[in-house]
């Protein structure tokens, strides 16, 4: 498949559909897409960048039955109806491989990707991913109104004006015709607290770039200050696994991959830890003035 091509019937019929339902200007060909996820987590019994390596395609919940979000991608599943509804069916009787792909629309420009609750790493898209990808807000499993394609997007006013969450608050990012890990991507984006580590070696083999961002850390003090976010016993549970009074993404991976903590759990110490221990640039950089970067008006 050619950088940006869609050859897909269904892909076809699905960005037509939501492209039927979007209004606004167009994006600008400056702003990325971005695929958060941990790097450090098992799928199929092999580590995820191992995996990926040899699958050579990043795909959804459908065909590796893992997901940092809602695990519902299965027969009479929540995932299967929120697609029916957003695609208009295209997809209703697809093979899990044909299926879209879910990230975040980085109109924020943050260092850490547009939807860091689902992971502390991210890939980056090539722009031309841009022109093959639907978007709704808020997140599909809000059962949303309101969509986007890349020629008209009203989404990043809704999101702007929307008083969500920190985590909450990403226009998801449906990309259709899959994700080539030779072709699409502009950079795997790590955060700092794999350096030297396993994740960073595996990292090395895969066909795109390696960048990294500052990193997500708390120590277990600031921690205690939030156990109002997730709950106590998340606190408590971050502070028994913190390493030299401190937790980072990739001290939770490691009790992650011990089998002595529920996954659920440790996402929810993630929560936390995304929420309150963003590295600087994780927030918003919109310039003053009231313009948004990144969304151009279509010209008459």
């Not at 031309?128 to 309101?146: G, K, N, Q, V, W």
């Not at 226009?171 to 984006?189: D, F, R, S, W, Y």
């Not at 759990?265 to 936390?272: A, G, R, Y």
Request: net charge negative; hydrophobic share 40%; with cysteine.
């Amino acid at each position: 498949m050619d950088r940006g091509h869609v050859d897909s019937a269904r892909a076809r019929q699905a960005l037509r559909h939501v492209a039927a339902r979007s209004r606004g200007p167009a994006l600008g060909p400056d702003l990325r897409i971005t695929l958060n996820f941990h790097p450090d987590r098992l799928t199929g019994g092999l580590p995820i960048l191992q995996a990926l390596a040899q699958a050579g395609v990043y795909h959804s919940q459908f065909v590796t039955g893992t997901s940092n979000g809602g695990l519902t991608a299965h027969p009479g599943g929540d995932r299967r109806r929120w697609e029916s509804r957003i695609f208009g069916g295209a997809y209703d009787d697809a093979d899990p491989r044909d299926r879209p792909v879910y990230g975040g629309l980085n109109f924020r420009r943050q260092v850490v990707g547009a939807a860091p609750r689902f992971g502390s790493s991210h890939f980056r898209l090539t722009g031309d991913a841009l022109a093959r990808t639907t978007f709704c807000y808020p997140d599909s499993a809000a059962e949303p109104a309101d969509f986007g394609v890349a020629a008209g997007m009203s989404l990043i006013a809704l999101a702007e004006a929307d008083e969500q969450d920190a985590l909450n608050d990403y226009i998801e990012a449906q990309v259709h015709g899959g994700v080539l890990l030779a072709a699409h991507l502009e950079a795997l984006v790590l955060d700092e607290s794999y350096r030297g580590t396993p994740v960073e070696a595996a990292a090395r083999l895969l066909p795109c770039p390696v960048e990294w961002h500052p990193g997500y850390r708390l120590s277990v003090a600031q921690l205690r200050e939030h156990a109002d976010y997730r709950g106590q016993e998340y606190v408590e549970l971050g502070a028994r696994i913190a390493q030299n009074g401190r937790i980072d993404p990739r001290i939770i991976g490691d009790a992650a991959r011990t089998g002595r903590h529920e996954l659920q759990d440790l996402k929810m110490v993630w929560h936390t830890l995304a929420r309150f221990g963003a590295p600087e640039g994780a927030g918003t950089a919109y310039a003053p003035g009231g313009h948004t970067p990144g969304v151009s008006t279509p010209s008459a």
